[in-house]
């Protein structure tokens, strides 16, 4: 979930992510409709999560008491990146199929032996460190009609240059743009016209 300049920090709600003096908690919540709750649904099915340290405290606190929601979540593993969180931390071992991973050759070595789909949610600091080692097959956006200015962004300084092909995209009534894009090799240049 991301705004049209990029901020991605706390769609959920208004104390989801407070840092920095973020005071636009919650913002996708008024572009929910029948569409993209079917989307939501659809991509909630059961996966692997790959999520930082931030993003897993928030879902630790929530799903596990609103997991009839989306099972697939509770089910799902969650793998939490962090640098400052220690296997026996009671946040990892305290939810059901959590794993710590603390280095981004963890996260290459799990993407090249797992079969099934690992999904990225919130966790802006995580997708910018997959962007920079170019660990990121899919990006599934939602993109809101909506500008905030500050907050944390989706793409930031640091990631390389890469290609990707639009898989599939459609509008929403409340006018979300979902688009999902699929990674397509290195980035070509060309002289428009030519």
């Known amino acids: 979930m991301t705004t049209l300049d990029g901020v991605m920090q706390a769609p959920g709600g ?22 993209l709750d079917r989307v939501m649904e659809k991509q909630l099915k059961p996966a ?6 931030k993003t897993f ?3 630790a606190g929530y799903w596990p008491s609103h997991g009839n929601f989306w099972p697939g979540i509770i ?3 969650k793998y939490v990146f962090s640098k400052s969180m220690k296997k026996s931390d009671p946040r990892v071992t305290g939810w059901k199929n959590s794993v710590l991973i603390k280095s981004p050759a963890e996260i290459k070595k799990l993407k090249n032996a797992n079969g099934s789909d690992i999904q990225v949610w919130g966790s802006s600091k995580l997708i910018q460190l997959l962007l920079k080692n170019d660990l990121v097959d899919e990006l599934r956006l939602q993109i809101h009609p909506l500008i905030l200015g500050k907050g944390k962004k989706l793409f930031d300084n640091g990631i390389i240059p890469a290609a990707f092909t639009l898989r599939e995209s459609y509008a929403t009534p409340s006018g979300v743009i979902l688009a999902n894009y699929e990674r397509a090799g290195k980035v070509r240049t060309g002289t428009v016209g030519a």
Do not use: C, Q
């Not at 208004?14 to 569409?35: I, L, N, Q």
């Not at 692997?48 to 340290?53: F, I, S």
């Open 75 to 77: 089910e799902g593993t």
């Open 48 to 53: 692997d999560y790959l999520l930082g340290r």
């Open 14 to 35: 208004p104390r989801e992510d407070t840092s920095g003096g973020f005071k636009y908690g919650g913002w996708s919540a008024p572009y929910s409709d029948e569409v």
């Open 57 to 59: 405290e928030i879902w």
